[in-house]
């Protein structure tokens, strides 16, 4: 609150809050040099992050995307008059598989649009490979990923573009918010047209949308930044316990299929069937702890869609997942409880 409080101070000073303003430079330029990454535009929320790489790579027609994801994945393709295309996702990452995505393929597909699920990260290789062949673009949803890396580098660096999400449910967070990445300063420099109506002054160069993000927000950020390691060391301890806890065979945990860093971002458990989830969420909530179905529904299930594709692996994963609580500074004696609740509903 302190920490708060001084940036505050300072914007009522400037009055300056919004437009680009000191604290937004600030919050971009810690950003960038933080993920090592090149281009980096800090936006409003990271559903308006994916709709503005979707318009900057001119994407039309079909784009193959996951069914296992927040809906805004989805929903942000349906926006920009695009039609998603569901492949499968892969039974350890519960990202897209990769081999899935090559059959869905038509003269009218586009791009490939991922997620980075709970931080774990997508075939990046063979994804790209992909794309060159059938030259498609690639835009990462990297809403769960921040500060994940993989092969040294930081998980944005893949793709053409990617996006992350700081909502204040996110591991780092700027109350709302988020962050258009990408290594192509052309992309950048259109995706910053578009954040802010297309303008730059009295010059008007392109349509766009108002993207950008205030004063008070970036404050947020930047004193949510520096305790970034702090708080994914907090959440791997009460992850480690989780693990060590709910040794049941019963249960399945999702994981990392190449070699990266976690961040610990979520804490998903997967069951034997629907019943048994339904039956320990209720266990849970009667304890007045809070769990969530996350992913579900699977996406490709959404009534308005108007074409579909079955998808069997997401659909039966989507009724068997559920995020624990995790967050920094967990008490350990929380998480005794929780693994309590779930093992006595095995016996
Ligand atoms: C949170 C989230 C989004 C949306 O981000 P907002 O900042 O809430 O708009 C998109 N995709 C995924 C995978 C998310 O988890």
Not at 29 to 36: A, N, R, S
Not at 212 to 217: D, L, Q, R, V, Y
Not at 227 to 246: G, H, T, W
Request: proline share 3%.
């Amino acid at each position: 609150m302190e920490e708060y409080q001084k940036y505050l101070s300072g914007i009522w000073d400037r009055a300056w809050l919004t437009n680009h303003g000191p604290l937004v430079q600030e919050l971009e330029q810690q950003l960038k040099e933080y993920l090592g990454v090149q281009h980096l535009l800090y936006v409003s929320n990271g559903t308006v992050a994916i709709q503005i790489a979707i318009k900057a790579l001119e994407l039309k027609g079909e784009v193959i995307t996951t069914p296992f994801s927040y809906v805004a994945t989805t929903t942000s393709l349906i926006w920009e008059n695009c039609i998603p295309v569901f492949a499968d996702i892969d039974e350890r990452t519960f990202c897209i598989n990769s081999s899935d995505i090559e059959r869905h393929i038509t003269p009218n597909t586009t791009a490939i649009l991922a997620t980075h699920v709970y931080g774990y990260a997508c075939d990046v290789e063979e994804i790209e490979r992909i794309a060159i062949k059938h030259n498609l673009k690639v835009i990462y949803d990297g809403a769960h990923a921040f500060d994940v890396r993989v092969k040294g580098q930081s998980i944005f660096s893949f793709g053409d573009v990617s996006t992350v999400s700081f909502h204040s449910t996110k591991l780092f967070h700027t109350i709302e918010g988020g962050a258009i990445i990408t290594k192509d300063k052309q992309t950048a420099e259109k995706m910053s047209l578009y954040r802010s109506f297309g303008h730059i002054g009295d010059s008007y160069y392109s349509m766009g949308i108002n993207g950008k993000n205030s004063e008070f927000h970036a404050a947020m950020g930047l004193c949510n930044l520096p305790y970034v390691e702090q708080i994914i060391q907090s959440r791997k301890q009460s992850a480690e316990l989780y693990r060590k806890l709910l040794n049941n065979r019963l249960i399945y945990f999702p994981g990392p299929a190449v070699a990266q860093s976690l961040n610990y971002a979520y804490f998903p458990v997967v069951f034997q069937n629907e019943a048994v989830l339904l039956k320990i969420k209720a266990a849970l909530s009667e304890n007045e702890i809070n769990t969530r179905r996350y992913f579900y529904p699977s996406l490709n299930t959404l009534s308005y869609l108007h074409s579909k594709n079955d998808c069997p692996v997401s659909e039966n994963i989507a009724t068997r997942v559920l995020c624990l609580p995790l967050y920094y500074e967990m008490d350990s004696s929380d998480i005794e409880k929780i693994c309590k609740i779930v093992n006595s509903c095995f016996q």
